[in-house]
């Protein structure tokens, strides 16, 4: 009896070890958790999160991606590109569509990869200003402004304004005054006016900084930075964070 006792004894401590891993959250679960605290503008909890699947399945390649995004978010450009590389190397159908790598690139500063990147997104979205934009931005430090625009990526008809006129403005088509005066057209209620002045200024200011002009780069990377711009409807939310870290990172260079 004292030996059966004893059996059940172990076989108990046994089960009661592991009882509390029952309640341990599966690597599906950790990322949805992940998304929610991201979705909620807490970068610093949905990395954590996401490493947290990571380390429970390191081929979770749905929890590199948005640990990618966040560590952008949270200016840790680096980890950022490391994470959105491992994304696409256990994924890699989805390699044409990572547009947020190539923004990594950019400010990592890895010109040649950013470059290519935004090369492979324009086979699988060919009529994206955006992403035109941002492949001559990785072209113009090794390549130079002349031949970035001669090989600008082709756009027929974005049809967001004033998205068609910053193409042109890249292409030594148009001027800046054009560019904010397109988003005037139409006489657009006030959310749409900030919207469409938001990317204005981002790409204004992105465009005199690759030509050397820091001041106006500064005065219109500030101007897309606003806070009160981070809720607009009519801006993709990361594109802002975008503006908001470029910022950061101006200021941080005039101290």
């Not at 966040?70 to 990572?98: K, M, T």
């Not at 006489?187 to 001041?215: C, M, N, Q, S, W």
């Amino acid at each position: 009896m004292m030996r059966l006792l004893a059996l059940v004894g172990i076989l108990g401590g046994g089960l009661c070890l592991p009882s509390s891993l029952a309640w341990a959250k599966s690597p599906t679960e950790l990322l949805a958790d992940a998304q929610m605290a991201a979705a909620s503008g807490d970068s610093t909890a949905a990395v954590r999160l996401a490493t947290e699947a990571i380390d429970a399945d390191d081929k979770f390649a749905a929890a590199f991606y948005l640990r990618g995004r966040e560590h952008f978010r949270l200016g840790l450009i680096s980890e950022s590109v490391a994470d959105f590389d491992r994304y696409i190397e256990l994924q890699p159908s989805a390699a044409s569509r990572q547009w947020e790598r190539g923004i990594a690139c950019y400010y990592a500063k890895q010109f040649e990869k950013g470059a290519k990147q935004f090369e492979l997104y324009q086979t699988y979205h060919d009529n994206d200003v955006e992403n035109s934009v941002w492949r001559y931005l990785c072209m113009v430090p090794t390549a130079g402004i002349e031949k970035a625009r001669a090989t600008i990526l082709p756009i027929r008809d974005d049809r967001r304004v004033p998205m068609m006129q910053v193409f042109e403005l890249y292409r030594g088509q148009t001027t800046p005054d054009e560019v904010l005066a397109a988003c005037r057209r139409d006489d657009p209620d006030p959310a749409t006016l900030a919207g469409r002045l938001f990317y204005a200024h981002l790409y204004l200011g992105l465009y005199y900084e690759v030509a050397g002009e820091k001041e106006l780069a500064q005065k219109y990377i500030l101007l897309a930075a606003d806070n009160k711009l981070a809720e607009n409807p009519r801006i993709n939310g990361y594109m802002w964070d975008v503006a908001r870290i470029h910022a950061t990172q101006l200021k941080s260079t005039t101290k």
